[in-house]
C-alpha cells in the first residue's frame, strides 16, 4: 500500500577497475556469470558508469584495450550493446555478426556466445531482467510463455530501434539527476514497461510472429501455413495442400489471404519463391549455378524464370548472380 508514497531504488553505477578479476565480477552481478580475457592486461582499465533501477540497469562501459567475453549461458538478464566508438563483433554457433555505432548487439539468456571489443570500443549498455520481459510478453500475448525469448542478436538501427535507443539516451541522461519524476514508482514502472514493450516489437525474436498476428488480429494458422510454405519452396504444392494443411475452407483461405496478404495463396508462394532465389542467387555458395539455384528453390521452367526475374527486380538472375561474385 505504501509503495506509491516510496521511491524507487536507484543505484548508481561508478567504478574504474584495473584487474580482470576486478572487471568479470562486477560485470557479472550486473549481467550474468562470464569468461574475460584480456590479451595486454597491463593495458585494461575498465570503466562503467551509470544508473540501476527497477528490472533495468543503464551504463557506458569500456575496457580500453581489446576484451573477449565468453559465457554459456547469462541467465537471467538481456545485455544489450550499442558502440558510440569502436567496434565489437559476437560469434554465435557459426555466425559472426559485426556491432558499430549503427548496428547494436543483444545478447539473450539460454544462448551460449563469446563476445570481441576492439580496443577503443566504448559503448552503451542496457541490462533488463529476464522476468520483466517474459513477463510483458505473456501479458501481450494473454497466456504464458512456453521456452524462452531468444531475439536475433544483430540489432540494426531501424523498424523502430533507433527511437528505442534514442530512448535509453533520454532515461539514462535523465537518471543521472539525485532526484527525479523516475525516483516515484509509478512513473518509473510506465518508462520501464514502455522499453520492454518496444524492444519485443521492434527487434525480431522467436515470438514475433504470434505477437504480430495477436497485434493485428490475423488468424495463427496463417504464420504456421507460412512456414509450412517455406520448408517447401522447392516442391510443387498446389492450392489443396494449403487448404488441407490450414484444415479451412478454400472460400476463407482466399479471403484471408486477401485480407492479410493482399494476394492469393499461390501468388503468395510463389513470391516466397522469388524472395528465396533471389537471396541465393546474391549470396552463392561455392559451385552454385543460376539455374541450379533456381531449381532448388522450384523454378524448373529457366527461361519463363528468368523474364518474370527481370520483370521483378529489373535485372536478370545472371546480373544478380554476377554481382556478387
Same mark, same amino acid.
Given at each position: 500500500?505504501?509503495?506509491?508514497?516510496?521511491?524507487?531504488?536507484?543505484? =548508481?553505477?561508478?567504478?574504474?577497475?584495473?584487474?580482470?578479476?576486478?572487471?568479470?565480477?562486477?560485470?557479472?552481478?550486473?549481467?550474468?556469470?562470464?569468461?574475460?580475457?584480456?590479451?595486454?592486461?597491463?593495458?585494461?582499465?575498465?570503466?562503467?558508469?551509470?544508473?540501476?533501477?527497477?528490472?533495468?540497469?543503464?551504463?557506458?562501459?569500456?575496457?580500453?584495450?581489446?576484451?573477449?567475453?565468453?559465457?554459456q549461458?547469462?541467465?537471467?538478464?538481456?545485455?544489450?550493446?550499442?558502440? /558510440?566508438?569502436?567496434?565489437q563483433?559476437?560469434?554465435?554457433?557459426?555466425?559472426?555478426?559485426?556491432?558499430?555505432?549503427?548496428?547494436?548487439?543483444?545478447?539473450?539468456?539460454?544462448?551460449?556466445?563469446?563476445?570481441?571489443?576492439?580496443?577503443?570500443?566504448?559503448?552503451?549498455?542496457?541490462?533488463?531482467?529476464?522476468?520483466?520481459?517474459?513477463?510483458?510478453?505473456?501479458?501481450?500475448?494473454?497466456?504464458?510463455?512456453?521456452?524462452?525469448?531468444? =531475439?536475433e542478436?544483430?540489432i540494426?538501427?531501424?523498424?523502430g530501434?533507433?527511437?528505442?535507443?534514442?530512448?535509453?539516451?533520454?532515461?539514462?541522461?535523465?537518471?543521472?539527476?539525485?532526484?527525479?519524476?523516475?525516483?516515484?514508482?509509478?512513473?518509473?514502472?510506465?518508462?520501464?514497461?514502455?522499453?520492454?514493450?518496444?524492444?519485443l516489437?521492434?527487434?525480431?525474436?522467436?515470438?514475433?510472429?504470434?505477437?504480430?498476428?495477436?497485434?493485428?488480429?490475423?488468424?495463427?494458422?496463417?504464420?504456421?501455413?507460412?512456414?509450412?510454405?517455406?520448408?517447401h519452396?522447392?516442391?510443387?504444392?498446389?492450392?489443396?495442400?494449403f487448404?488441407?494443411?490450414?484444415?479451412?475452407?478454400?472460400?476463407?483461405?482466399?479471403?484471408?489471404?486477401?485480407?492479410?496478404?493482399?494476394?492469393?495463396?499461390?501468388?503468395?508462394?510463389?513470391?516466397?519463391?522469388?524472395?528465396?532465389?533471389?537471396?541465393?542467387?546474391?549470396?552463392?555458395?561455392?559451385?552454385?549455378?543460376?539455374?541450379?539455384?533456381?531449381?532448388?528453390?522450384?523454378?524448373?521452367?529457366?527461361?519463363?524464370?528468368?523474364?518474370?526475374?527481370?520483370?521483378? /527486380?529489373?535485372?536478370?538472375p545472371?546480373?544478380?548472380?554476377?554481382?556478387?561474385?
Amino acid at each position: 500500500m505504501n509503495q506509491h508514497h516510496s521511491k524507487v531504488q536507484r543505484q =548508481f553505477l561508478a567504478v574504474e577497475l584495473s584487474s580482470i578479476d576486478s572487471a568479470r565480477d562486477w560485470m557479472g552481478r550486473i549481467c550474468g556469470p562470464h569468461n574475460l580475457e584480456i590479451i595486454r592486461p597491463q593495458e585494461l582499465l575498465f570503466r562503467h558508469q551509470g544508473a540501476s533501477l527497477g528490472q533495468i540497469s543503464f551504463g557506458v562501459i569500456e575496457y580500453s584495450t581489446s576484451a573477449q567475453v565468453q559465457t554459456q549461458d547469462l541467465l537471467h538478464s538481456y545485455s544489450i550493446s550499442l558502440p /558510440f566508438t569502436g567496434t565489437q563483433y559476437i560469434e554465435h554457433k557459426k555466425d559472426r555478426i559485426e556491432s558499430n555505432s549503427q548496428s547494436g548487439l543483444i545478447v539473450s539468456p539460454g544462448n551460449p556466445f563469446s563476445l570481441t571489443l576492439s580496443a577503443d570500443c566504448r559503448k552503451q549498455l542496457v541490462r533488463i531482467s529476464r522476468t520483466a520481459v517474459e513477463q510483458k510478453l505473456a501479458t501481450l500475448l494473454h497466456r504464458e510463455i512456453s521456452s524462452p525469448i531468444i =531475439f536475433e542478436p544483430g540489432i540494426r538501427l531501424h523498424n523502430g530501434m533507433d527511437d528505442w535507443w534514442n530512448t535509453v539516451a533520454t532515461l539514462q541522461g535523465m537518471l543521472k539527476n539525485q532526484s527525479s519524476l523516475f525516483d516515484f514508482p509509478d512513473v518509473w514502472s510506465s518508462f520501464q514497461d514502455t522499453l520492454i514493450s518496444g524492444l519485443l516489437y521492434a527487434q525480431p525474436h522467436n515470438y514475433s510472429q504470434e505477437l504480430q498476428n495477436r497485434q493485428f488480429n490475423r488468424p495463427v494458422y496463417l504464420s504456421e501455413l507460412e512456414s509450412m510454405m517455406k520448408a517447401h519452396l522447392d516442391q510443387t504444392l498446389s492450392i489443396s495442400d494449403f487448404e488441407k494443411a490450414a484444415g479451412i475452407s478454400r472460400e476463407k483461405l482466399y479471403r484471408d489471404f486477401r485480407t492479410f496478404y493482399n494476394c492469393s495463396p499461390m501468388a503468395y508462394f510463389r513470391n516466397l519463391r522469388y524472395q528465396r532465389v533471389r537471396e541465393r542467387l546474391q549470396q552463392p555458395a561455392a559451385n552454385e549455378s543460376v539455374s541450379s539455384i533456381a531449381m532448388d528453390c522450384g523454378f524448373i521452367q529457366l527461361g519463363r524464370f528468368a523474364k518474370e526475374y527481370q520483370q521483378r /527486380f529489373g535485372e536478370l538472375p545472371s546480373e544478380s548472380f554476377k554481382g556478387k561474385r
